[in-house]
């Protein structure tokens, strides 16, 4: 096979003229983000709108290290929980990936640091619900998301204010229509899911927020939230967590069984979280994982 003829001189020149241009453009862009004089999802926009853009031609690494107080080794932590390559361009990214990272500079650009986001987890009967109820008694400042769930009431418990209890067909729909942060089914019975729109719409308005959830649902939330902060809750003991799940009375034999066997798998995987809060008294349990709201995000 012959080798393909050069190009003309003329074309050479002017591709040459053309990649001079599209290099300046995209550093205006970025020089435009880093004064300010726009703002990341504003260049996201520009993209998506018109894949033959400058913005669209940005590389989602060079757009992000643009944007102040983020600097290239966050930014690479950053891209790599949100799942995009290194050499991804903005016009590039699929739809998952545009909604991750729009999600996240929606909340960075907002002037809030997404530190503020804080996921407590842990096993089966440590106290994550008396934790929460606590917080949500003492520290009305901070924002307590309230979950969806199929599962039926418990006695005591207020629509809206416990969980959105809600039918398997309404959770569907919320599935669908991607107003979850995260879902996953608990226990092999009932789904639970973080309603999207309430979390972001806090968040927005400065306040510090925080959700109960599994550890399934901690894990989607990394992944949407890379910089939230994860918080596992642990027993004082072992014996003392099979007391608290035997005395609370709401399991039969066979059932108290089978969620000890999860809480030992659960209580694995306290290396993947950030901080570590032994709940051996409510009150100060509780007080670690409000401080922990304030944590600047600046020592991440």
């Given at each position: 096979m012959s080798p393909r003829p050069a190009p003309p001189a003329v074309d050479r020149a002017a591709a040459s003229r053309a990649a001079v241009v599209a290099r300046q453009a995209r550093a205006a862009i970025k020089h435009a983000v880093a004064?300010?004089?726009?703002?990341?999802?504003?260049?996201?926009?520009?993209?998506?709108?018109?894949?033959?853009?400058?913005?669209?031609?940005l590389r989602v690494r060079e757009l992000l290290t643009s944007v102040p107080t983020l600097g290239p080794t966050r930014t690479a932590r950053v891209m790599a929980q949100l799942g995009i390559a290194e050499s991804k361009r903005v016009g590039g990214l699929g739809i998952r990936q545009r909604e991750k990272l729009r999600t996240y500079l929606r909340i960075r650009e907002g002037g809030i640091?997404?530190?503020?986001?804080?996921?407590?987890?842990?096993?089966?009967?440590?106290?994550?619900?008396?934790?929460?109820?606590?917080i949500r008694d003492h520290h009305p400042d901070v924002h307590l998301s309230v979950s969806a769930t199929t599962r039926p009431p418990r006695r005591g418990e207020i629509d809206g204010v416990h969980y959105y209890f809600v039918s398997d067909a309404e959770f569907d729909q919320m599935v669908q229509n991607h107003q979850l942060l995260e879902w996953a089914t608990v226990h092999n019975s009932f789904r639970y899911g973080t309603p999207r729109e309430p979390i972001e719409t806090a968040l927005a308005s400065g306040k510090r927020v925080m959700l109960e959830i599994d550890l399934q649902g901690a894990r989607q939330v990394r992944e949407s939230m890379p910089d939230a902060v994860l918080v596992f809750l642990l027993p004082p003991s072992w014996e003392e967590?099979?007391?608290?799940?035997?005395?609370?009375?709401?399991?039969?034999?066979?059932?108290?069984?089978?969620?000890?066997?999860?809480?030992?798998?659960?209580?694995?995987?306290?290396?993947?979280?950030?901080?570590?809060?032994?709940?051996?008294?409510?009150?100060?349990?509780?007080?670690?994982?409000?401080?922990?709201t304030l944590v600047p995000a600046a020592s991440a």
């Open positions: 004064s300010k004089a726009r703002t990341a999802q504003d260049v996201l926009d520009a993209a998506w709108a018109d894949r033959q853009s400058a913005e669209a031609g640091e997404p530190r503020r986001l804080v996921v407590l987890a842990g096993p089966t009967a440590v106290g994550k619900g008396t934790v929460s109820a606590y967590l099979v007391r608290r799940l035997i005395g609370r009375g709401t399991e039969d034999a066979a059932e108290q069984a089978r969620r000890l066997e999860t809480a030992k798998v659960e209580l694995a995987a306290q290396d993947e979280f950030d901080y570590r809060v032994i709940n051996s008294e409510v009150g100060q349990a509780a007080q670690e994982v409000v401080e922990l």
